[in-house]
């Protein structure tokens, strides 16, 4: 059976009405607490992330979850799934506007972190995404460096997203 959003929410109190947009649900709060339904929709998001579950951002996505959703280390959908070799989801989140260049808390992008883990696929989803070889701490760059990873330099160098990243 595959996975869809009401897998991850059975019950009504997380149902959404076709008119409630995903994003409000979890990020819209006046009190500026969130509702316990929303902290257990963003974990199961953010596992989610980790394990490659395509479906569930195929549906949640459209629906307006925020593609650039941070968990409370600053590691985004995106540098979850790209840590964990998940490079078809890494392509779906950058096509929904996930950033390829947002580091997290640490400063490591979601692209020296495909390099940390020896994820080709995912190295070459992030550069086609428009990922920036020298972005984060330490940068890609110096990650092929330090793994010894030399086959990576002439794409690195030649990346479209190449020295393109916010700064700070």
């Not at 897998?7 to 509702?35: E, K």
């Not at 629906?63 to 840590?83: F, I, Q, R, S, V």
């Not at 400063?107 to 190295?123: H, M, N, R």
Request: one cysteine or more; proline letters at 8%.
């Amino acid at each position: 059976m595959p996975t869809t959003l009401s897998t991850f929410c059975p019950s009504q109190t997380c149902s959404l009405p076709s008119h409630i947009r995903l994003s409000t649900v979890i990020m819209d709060d006046s009190s500026g607490a969130l509702p316990p339904q929303a902290i257990a929709l963003a974990a199961r998001l953010y596992d989610a992330a980790r394990s490659g579950d395509i479906p569930i951002f195929e549906q949640a996505l459209p629906a307006g979850l925020p593609a650039n959703m941070t968990n409370e280390k600053g590691d985004t959908l995106l540098m979850l799934a790209a840590y964990h070799g998940h490079a078809e989801l890494v392509k779906l989140l950058i096509q929904h506007g996930a950033d390829p260049n947002r580091a997290n808390d640490r400063g490591q992008s979601p692209l020296a972190g495909a390099v940390f883990k020896k994820e080709d696929s995912v190295i070459e989803a992030l550069l086609e995404g428009g990922a920036d070889p020298e972005h984060g701490n330490p940068s890609a760059l110096q990650c092929i460096d330090m793994f010894q990873m030399d086959a990576w330099r002439a794409k690195f160098e030649a990346a479209p997203g190449l020295g393109k990243a916010k700064s700070g």
